[in-house]
């Protein structure tokens, strides 16, 4: 039985045999004598196996113990060792595995949301950004939107229309027969006069009076039922540092509102002149605001706190002719025509459709550079400059005389002396401050009447 192991091939399986495991055993080469383990458990080795172990029989020539040749059984329970040859180059390593992972989701996202778009896009579903919901339309009655809400249906924009071309200025609504206030200079040479209501109504409006001296004038349309009458306010209550609120046409942007306050008051201011003879320039004893006004406000309401009129707005002040950079529209110096003097000449030309002026009967030497005004030495057509029998004569004022101060308010041309004047009505006092032969006076004057042109 050696012999024959050494002789005869050992069996090579490539599955395992059918049958038990008994069976198997008998197809297996018997084992060599006394080659038993301590277990008592045989162990089998190929054929010509000893070539290749000589050091383990030369390790039992030494008289130790024999030496166990281990032969793997792969069909035995577990296997009697384990070779470690090291990681299986052929699989993948962990951060190949973590990349494709990452890779693969990545993918799978922008597929994803490529899809999802595409598929909103297809369908009917409407997008939808969150919004603060409606909210109660209502404002403070003081706020410039209270203000405006107040008092924009009673304002109008008037598309005028003469023999030179054609303009756009404001106006306001003074009673419910149909006057409406506005400039002098916005229907000045009218031949045809439109206005429009804050609804987008128009219709046709006639001139009643106008004033050049002033820069007032009063139109009247008919058969418009609903008017909204302004509420006039009391120029003399305003103070600098007053909110206020102006509503106009700017260059035909009919209900523009702008805001600001009231910059000075009594901003002595002339305006017109195109004439050349004088007979067109206003004198107004002005309030200043920084609210922006531009062509098309002109005649439109500077209004309060409280929606009131306190103003006309009237003329704009703007860069030096000389200056490159000039502008055409607001700076933020508008000023506005006093309620309480638009008032008294709207009554006038609603009345009689002329307005008066308060005089003090004298003729001023508009030439003089000097501080203050002076009375000049003859009038119009050689005619003595102080008029005989007038206010001024009855006062004790003569020719060459320098008028310094109205009431205690210094007074520095001609100009600023006749927009102190008109500011008062004919008939009230004044307390005028002289200069003559280099002595002050004090005069009292009462103030005449004389007919606006």
């Known amino acids: 039985m050696a012999d024959r192991q050494q002789t005869d091939p ?59 040749e281990v032969r793997y059984d792969p069909w035995d329970e577990q296997p009697l060792q384990v070779v470690d040859r090291g990681r299986d ?37 409407r997008l939808e950004l969150p919004q603060a919901a409606v909210a109660d339309k209502g404002r403070a009655p003081e706020s410039v939107a209270g203000i405006a809400a107040t008092a924009l ?31 002098n200079h916005v229907v000045a040479d009218s031949k ?46 305003v103070k600098v540092g007053d909110p206020v609120v102006a509503i106009g046409a700017p260059f035909d942007l009919s209900n523009t509102v702008t805001a600001g306050i009231i910059s000075a008051t009594g901003r002595p201011v002339t305006a017109g002149g195109d004439k050349g003879d004088g007979s067109d320039i ?40 000389d200056d490159p950079s000039r502008q055409g529209g607001s700076i933020g110096l508008g000023f506005a025509i006093p309620i309480n003097q638009g008032k008294r000449v709207a009554e006038e030309l609603i009345r009689t459709g002329r307005a008066t002026h308060p005089v003090i009967g004298v003729t001023l030497d508009m030439d003089y550079t000097g501080d203050g005004a002076r009375v000049g030495d003859k009038g119009e057509d050689g005619k003595p400059s102080v008029v005989a029998d007038g206010p001024g004569a009855r006062a004790g004022i003569k020719a060459g005389d320098v008028i310094t101060k109205v009431d205690g308010q210094r007074v520095r041309g001609g100009d600023e002396l006749i927009i102190k004047i008109r500011a008062h009505r004919p008939g009230d006092p004044l307390t005028l401050t002289v200069l003559r032969e280099g002595r002050e006076r004090t005069l009292q004057v009462v103030l005449g009447s004389a007919n606006g042109s």
């Open 10 to 68: 050992a069996p090579q399986w490539w599955s395992r045999p059918e049958g038990t495991a008994d069976g198997r055993r008998e197809a297996v080469p018997a084992q060599r004598p006394g080659a038993e383990d301590e277990a008592g458990r045989g162990a089998w080795q190929e054929p010509g196996a000893e070539d290749r172990v000589p050091a383990a029989r030369e390790a039992r020539q030494d008289g130790g113990p024999p030496a166990r």
């Open 89 to 125: 180059r052929r699989g993948f390593r962990l951060w190949q595995v973590a990349a494709l992972s990452a890779g693969t989701a990545l993918l799978a996202g922008g597929i994803g949301g490529y899809v999802g778009v595409l598929a909103e896009r297809q369908s009917g579903t």
């Open 282 to 321: 206003s004198y107004v004893d002005a309030l200043q605001t920084d609210a922006p006004i531009n062509p098309g406000n002109s005649g439109g309401p500077l209004l309060d706190a409280r929606a009131h009129v306190v103003g006309i707005n009237s003329a704009i002040r703007g860069a030096d002719k």
């Open 192 to 237: 045809e006069i439109a206005v429009t209501f804050s609804t987008g109504e128009s219709v046709t409006a006639e001139l009643v009076g106008r004033d050049s001296g002033y820069d007032l004038a009063v139109v009247k349309v008919s058969g418009v039922r609903g008017l909204r009458p302004l509420s006039l306010g009391n120029s003399e209550n």
């Open 153 to 183: 249906p009673g304002v109008v924009t008037l598309h005028v229309r003469g023999e030179k071309g054609s303009g756009t200025g404001t106006g306001f609504v003074l009673d419910e027969q149909g006057h409406i206030l506005t400039n």
